[in-house]
T-cell receptor, first 117, second 116 residues
């Protein structure tokens, strides 16, 4: 079974600074996807960034970037120039093909990030 | 482009009553998912549809939960009868396809269910 572990239940950062959220996962598969989702207090889950396991290059989306270490099964999210609007719960998620047309997204428990002014 | 729509946003019912949630995915998205998110946890997949067929319902409590996706577009999730432990946010998500390009899932605003 796949597990996704986010070891930091809560984090805080000052506005304009950089913060890194950690995520590790457990799988024996070689082909899979990894995602970071953001869930602000309004509850809507928003996709932040995605990484394909076969790609060595780390994904980036504006101020958000990942450090994907496949051998270590680590997938951390770096947020640069933090803004007050980045305050949210951040979920790391893992998806693999389970055979046939079955693909399942498994979420970690989340990290609550607070950006302080 | 319009996002995933869900209704109602909030629902309060007593235990043993029934409730239904509705979801309209992003236009053209073939894959639709229902998740249950209990407070303080990540979402847990309940059921996945590919067009109007069920792909995975292994974690759906079938004695009380049911879901359908008529004509491969809108979907409804029903709970009958509800239990206290069903109190959660029910999230609907859709993706263009289940794998490859377009695998990203886009979520609706969710329905917060409180069972008293």
């Amino acid at each position: 079974a796949q597990t996704v572990t986010q070891s930091q239940p809560e984090m805080s950062v000052q506005e304009a600074e950089t913060v890194t959220l950690s995520c590790t996962y457990d799988t024996s598969e070689s082909n899979y996807y990894l995602f970071w989702y953001k869930q602000p207090p309004s509850r809507q889950m928003i996709l932040v960034i995605r990484q394909e396991a076969y790609k060595q290059q780390n994904a980036t989306e504006n101020r958000f970037s990942v450090n994907f270490q496949k051998a270590a099964k680590s997938f951390s999210l770096k947020i640069s120039d933090s803004q007050l609007g980045d305050t949210a719960m951040y979920f790391c998620a893992f998806m693999k093909q389970s055979g046939g047309s079955n693909y399942k997204l498994t979420f970690g428990k989340g990290t609550l990030l607070t950006v302080n002014p | 482009e319009a996002g995933v729509a869900q209704s109602p946003r909030y629902k309060i019912i007593e235990k043993r009553q029934s409730v239904a949630f509705w979801c309209n995915p992003i236009s053209g998205h073939a894959t639709l998912y229902w998740y249950q998110q209990i407070l303080g946890q990540g979402p847990k997949l309940l059921i996945q549809f590919q067009n109007n067929g069920v792909v995975d319902d292994s974690q759906l409590p079938k004695d009380r939960f049911s879901a359908e996706r008529l004509k491969g577009v809108d979907s409804t999730l029903k709970i009958q009868p509800a239990k206290l432990e069903d109190s959660a946010v029910y999230l609907c998500a859709s993706s263009l396809r289940p794998w490859g390009q377009g695998v990203e899932q886009y979520f609706g605003p969710g329905t917060r269910l409180t069972v008293t």
